[in-house]
């Protein structure tokens, strides 16, 4: 299925209400933004490109997939030890994604190089993300491992786990979701539709550097 949608319903919605429900699918896993987008596919498409129903498990499956990742990188001895602790840290990190909340602050237009009659544009966001940076170097100098080793300390990951599930949205974040319009359309749609949950995600996780990247 496509991953591009239209953005209007009834009347055209503007660019960042468009950012901000793509936010609100791909980072906070919110089946109604996606139906709102699949409506406003539909008046101008007479089609929906969006399966509403997987949106709410968006998160659930991306943190598996990711426990999946970090449990391979560990030696095969050590994967069982290992499989609780990244399974809780995974599932830690992406509840945080999902409650993280984010607002359009702005937008720029210009005309599509590419593609004529087409527009593109820029919208820049914000959000407040959950901030471990303290505890995580706290717990960086309590354990002193190399991140080869905190990958097999069950203890650490735990920890820092319980650190991702304590701590407040505090930490700002601002970035930018790029858009664009079909030729002779006033909706706006985008190709990369999980731009900004890569982007937020690489955000939540940037205290995580050096201690298991």
């Known amino acids: 299925m496509p991953l591009s949608f239209a953005a209007a319903t009834g009347t055209t919605l503007t660019r ?20 709102a987008l699949n409506e406003a596919h539909r008046a101008y498409h007479g089609e929906d490109e969006l ?8 998160n659930e499956t991306a943190a598996q997939a990711y426990a999946i990742y970090l449990l391979k ?22 509840d945080d994604l999902q409650r993280t909340q ?13 593609v004529k009659g087409s527009l593109v544009a820029s919208v820049d966001y914000e ?14 100098e309590k354990y002193g491992k190399t991140p080869e080793e905190a990958m ?3 203890a650490l990951v735990t920890e820092m786990a319980e650190a991702f599930a304590d701590e407040t ?19 706006w749609l985008t190709s990369s539709p999980d731009e900004a949950r890569s982007d937020v995600l690489g955000a939540l996780l940037e205290p995580v550097d050096g201690i298991l990247h």
């Open 169 to 187: 949205a505090t930490r700002p974040f601002r970035g930018k979701i790029r858009l664009h319009s079909r030729a002779g359309s006033e909706c």
């Open 16 to 35: 960042e209400k468009t950012a901000e429900l793509y936010i609100s699918i791909f980072v906070n896993a919110d089946a109604s933004g996606a139906s």
């Open 127 to 140: 959000c407040s993300v959950v901030d471990v940076s303290k505890r995580l170097a706290a717990l960086k």
């Open 152 to 154: 097999t300390s069950p």
């Open 73 to 94: 990188a560990v030696p095969p001895a050590r994967q069982e030890d290992m499989k609780a602790p990244f399974e809780k840290f995974s599932k830690a990190v992406f």
């Open 102 to 114: 984010c607002r359009a602050t702005g937008s720029s237009q210009a005309l599509n190089e590419y």
């Open 51 to 58: 399966n509403v129903d997987a949106v709410p498990t968006l």
